[in-house]
């Protein structure tokens, strides 16, 4: 396998596919920065101008525009609270505190940095592992894939701020609006108010409310009108040693994370991300600092959805499978040019087949060169007064809700969303856990169905197979780690009082 990938890094290295994959990078991250446009609509738009290109340059491009919107998303999340894509949702949580102490160009050379290392990770891993990793995929039943999500939403109680249990609540608040909309079995509609909820709520509307609108709101309901910073410094954009020393574990922890996400048909790197930020968040010393600007908290979910971005497409071009709809688009853009993808793939096609992951390799250098010098003009944004942001962020926001559907109505949503996300960090609820709810909800339903529907009822089935019962026990363990926690801190505060009183 290497040296196939040797051979492919050859193919890449040639001038004229290099300019393909540099401007692949280079869209992706651009389209990326821009709140709600997101991959899936920049390949859209763009298909139709890599018909006149071989097969080896289009899938090269294509792909450069999904890992590059990646990182791309990450700038607008720390800078301005704004994901530019589902799997940057997590970024904002310590990305945006960090931007706001006047650490924006750290925050961005850390999210660079993670994202290279998790891009790079995620490639050895296709590499040395894709057919043993299609394997283990291809033994996820329906009834692996609803414990799985099970621990997932379990987990999502992790990712919050606040108490587990207010971030348990808003878990379920995301499962309920996750129903909104058609049944996938029966195609009956549930609690559709109105024709254009037939398809339900959009992610990116919901995302860009809780997150961009209400954080406008909060700002222009201040005195200040906003966070400037005017004084923030570019000479020096690299962490402080202390820090560099804490970030390997969490890439690693969460470019494994995102490579395993990545490998299952149907999850994606908005549920990499939003687990490997829980996973974190769960194995970190320092929990308290979650949410405050904590760097090991932003570099795990930035290694986790770069990683994930990799390894998605070994389900893609080793089965035929897409894990979602910009490898679908993948699969479309191959067999515009006659190629079906599949186990024979390999075989039948190995230079595209290594050429292309080749390509991931070189791209994620390119975008580290290309990121590592732009910090500066990317933190100069926050420079502007945030007043005179405000009508920019709208449009963009507008802009970008409204091309995902071209429905009114999701506009109309996202103002809502913002209110609603507004009043919810007022009473310190956190929006994050209600994303990944919204996420994972569907995801369960439908796996769980399937798994009634195939093994008549028999919930025992989710204990008895032997990846589910792990799965089972693992769900199991991790509650009862959850109430001990939570018991044993309240044993240390009472204790703390009392010490106090005496």
Not at 66 to 76: C, D, E, K, L
Not at 296 to 310: D, H, K
């Amino acid at each position: 396998m290497l040296e196939q990938f040797v051979t492919g890094l050859g193919v890449v290295l040639q001038p004229e596919v290099l300019v393909y994959a540099f401007a692949g990078v280079l869209i992706g991250q651009l389209i990326g920065v821009l709140p709600g446009i997101g991959a899936i609509t920049a390949i859209s738009l763009l298909l139709p101008i890599t018909f006149h290109l071989d097969a080896m340059s289009s899938m090269i491009m294509l792909a450069g525009i999904y890992y590059g919107s990646q990182y791309g998303g990450s700038i607008a999340s720390i800078l301005l609270n704004l994901p530019g894509t589902p799997s940057s949702v997590v970024t904002c949580l310590e990305g945006y505190p960090l931007s706001q102490n006047g650490r924006a160009g750290v925050a961005l050379f850390t999210a660079a940095f993670s994202s290279f290392a998790g891009g790079i990770i995620g490639v050895a891993i296709v590499v040395l592992a894709a057919i043993p990793m299609t394997t283990i995929a291809l033994r996820f039943g329906a009834p692996e894939y609803a414990m799985l999500v099970v621990l997932g939403l379990l987990a999502a109680s992790l990712v919050g701020t606040g108490s587990n249990l207010r971030s348990l609540a808003m878990v379920l608040v995301g499962v309920a609006l996750g129903m909104i909309g058609a049944d996938a079995t029966t195609g009956y509609y549930r609690y559709v108010a109105m024709p254009e909820l037939a398809d339900g709520i959009s992610l990116v509307s919901l995302a860009m409310g809780l997150f961009g609108v209400s954080e406008i709101i909060r700002n222009a309901a201040s005195r200040t009108g906003g966070v400037t910073q005017p004084k923030i410094s570019m000479k020096d954009i690299f962490p402080t040693r202390q820090e560099a020393r804490s970030l390997p574990g969490p890439i690693l922890r969460g470019a494994g994370v995102g490579s395993f996400f990545g490998a299952l048909p149907g999850t994606g790197a908005a549920i990499a991300s939003f687990m490997a930020y829980a996973v974190e968040r769960r194995f970190s010393r320092f929990g308290a600092r979650f949410g405050k600007g904590h760097l090991p908290g932003l570099s795990a979910p930035e290694a986790a959805n770069n990683a994930a971005a990799q390894t998605g497409f070994i389900p893609t071009l080793t089965l035929g499978v897409p894990g979602d709809a910009v490898m679908a688009l993948m699969i479309g853009a191959l067999i515009l040019n006659g190629i079906i993808p599949g186990p024979r793939l390999m075989v039948d096609e190995p230079v595209l087949f290594w050429g292309v992951i080749a390509s991931f390799f070189v791209g994620n250098i390119i975008l580290l060169l290309i990121n590592v010098p732009l910090i500066r003009l990317w933190v100069l944004m926050l420079r502007v007064p945030y007043q005179k942001l405000y009508p920019v962020i709208i449009i963009m926001i507008c802009v970008g809700v409204y091309s995902h559907r071209t429905s009114v109505v999701d506009v109309v949503l996202t103002l809502v969303f913002g209110i609603l996300g507004y009043l919810m960090k007022n009473y310190r609820f956190e929006p994050a856990p209600v994303l990944l709810g919204f996420v994972l909800g569907p995801l369960l339903e439908d796996n769980f169905r399937r798994a009634m529907l195939l093994y008549r009822g028999d919930f025992t089935i989710f204990v008895t197979r032997p990846i589910s019962g792990v799965l089972f026990a693992i769900t199991v363990l991790l509650v009862g780690f959850s109430i001990y926690s939570a018991i044993a801190q309240r044993r240390r505060v009472r204790a703390r009082n009392e010490a106090t009183t005496q």
